[in-house]
C-alpha cells in the first residue's frame, strides 16, 4: 500500500506563500504523474497543478504564474510553492500520485487565506 502525507498548510493573509510538500511512502511503486488538487468551501475537487515523467507541468489559469509545483526525481516528494495568495485559494489541497493501475491520495491539508 502506498501513502502520502501533506504537510505545509495553514492560515495566511492576501498576498502571502505557503509551500505545500507531499511525501509518499510504502509498498514498490513508479509514479508517471503527481500533482495538487483542491477543494474549495461548498464546491468541486478541481485540478490545481501536476507534474508528469517528462517533468512537463500543466496548472489551473487561476493560479499561473503564482503557484509552483515541483518533485524530486526519485518520486517521492511533489511540493507546491504558493505565492501571493488570494482569497479565492482557500481550500482543502489534496496530493495524488498514479500508476498505470490507479492513483493514490492524501489526506488533505488546509489552506486559509485570511485577513
Known amino acids: 500500500q502506498v501513502q502520502l502525507v501533506e504537510s505545509g498548510g495553514g492560515l495566511v493573509q492576501p498576498g502571502g506563500s505557503l509551500k505545500l510538500s507531499c511525501t509518499a511512502s510504502?509498498?514498490?511503486?513508479?509514479?508517471?504523474?503527481m500533482g495538487w488538487y483542491r477543494q474549495p468551501p461548498g464546491k468541486q475537487r478541481e485540478l490545481v497543478a501536476e507534474?508528469?515523467?517528462?517533468?512537463?507541468?500543466n496548472y489551473a489559469d487561476s493560479v499561473k504564474g503564482r503557484f509552483t509545483i515541483s518533485r524530486d526525481n526519485a518520486w517521492t516528494t511533489v511540493t507546491l510553492q504558493m505565492d501571493n495568495l488570494i482569497f479565492e485559494d482557500t481550500a482543502v489541497y489534496y496530493c495524488?500520485?498514479?500508476?498505470?493501475?490507479?492513483?493514490?491520495w492524501g489526506q488533505g491539508t488546509q489552506v486559509t487565506v485570511s485577513s
Open positions: 510504502g509498498s514498490i511503486y513508479t509514479f508517471y504523474e
Open positions: 495524488y500520485g498514479r500508476t498505470i493501475v490507479r492513483a493514490y
Open positions: 507534474i508528469t515523467s517528462s517533468v512537463n507541468t
